[in-house]
């Protein structure tokens, strides 16, 4: 296996009709309760970007950097939101009650993920705000941490800023391996490259680790708050799983990414080559299987037609 990530096997296929209308290939590793290896596909060691699938780690960096938060604004801390009320408002407040102005935010202007909340924002006569992007919980968390230790807030997101240096370090801790590389996020945020093994594993250390801990007190706040995490829109899986199944972690990413783990069970994390989100639940499925855990509700993907169910997608793997 390569130490630059350079895709993987087939791992899904769409099927319209009956016909194999075209496939995704990716990557996907399947760890046991003790974090061996127990199945895996195509590049598992080679250096990605996980995309938000890392917020779970970053959280627990700024946990030990010092952040003070409750559980449900620690959730928000790890999520990739929708753009609700209960979402913006969180947001709002948490950098209210640290004297934080809503401007000190460096993520972009963006519309919130949300079409309903989308269209709440329009109607209400505003536009695109860097609190309605989807990482601005991250962002409060990363100025409410820096503004904790007396660092500056302007530059928070430089790689060289003492905060960044000590996400970096807790990733590294975390995944167990160096950090390959340092590229930029959708939201500005430093984005660390690690494998996908280094990611499973950390999602492992997270539900493993002892009550109380950061580690664990990231994994229980998302698990208590999985709506804060995503969202309650129709297809949100992350918010969707961590409700049916009990102790299940789970983050999701841009570009086809997924990271979860199962106290006592083990973790998955894949990503999809062609960056294709329709195929990360079939194939997050086929992981857990592989560990003989069924995940709850409907595994495949559906496909329509003029308005009718046509096909699905499925895993290859």
Known sequence: MSDLYAGGELV???????????????????????????AWAGDVLGGFFPRSS???LQAVGL?????????????????????????????????????????????PP??????????????????REPVFMNCSGKHAGMLRTAQA???????????AHPLQLGLTAAVEEL??????????????????????????????????APAGSPERSVADAMRAHPHLVSGDDPGEDDTRLMRALPGLLLKSGAEGVAAAALPGVGAVALKIDDGG?????????????????????????????????????????
């Open 110 to 127: 963006d519309y919130p993920l949300s079409e309903d909340a989308r269209d709440a924002v329009v109607r209400a006569g505003h536009g």
């Open 149 to 159: 230790n007396g660092w500056p807030l302007a530059t928070y997101l430089d790689p």
């Open 175 to 208: 995944t167990g391996e160096p950090v390959r590389a340092t590229g930029v996020d959708g939201c500005g945020a430093p984005l660390l490259a690690v494998s996908l093994r280094g990611l499973a594993g950390a999602f492992l250390r997270l539900v493993g």
């Open 277 to 317: 989100m329709r195929a990360r639940l079939p194939v997050l499925a086929a992981g857990f299987a592989r560990l003989g855990v069924s995940l709850p509700g409907r595994v495949e993907v559906p496909l329509f037609g003029g308005g009718l169910e046509v096909g699905v997608v499925r895993s290859g793997w």
């Open 54 to 56: 890392s917020k779970p």
């Open 63 to 107: 946990l030990r950097a010092g952040l003070t938060v409750d559980a449900a604004d620690l959730a928000l801390v790890a999520a990739s939101h929708r753009g609700h009320e209960v979402h913006i408002s969180a947001v709002r407040r948490m950098l209210d009650e640290s004297g934080i102005p809503v401007d000190a935010l460096r993520c």
């Open 12 to 38: 899904a296929e769409v099927v319209r009709s009956g016909v194999v209308e075209s496939r995704h290939h990716g990557s996907v590793v399947v760890l046991d309760a003790d974090g061996e290896v127990a």
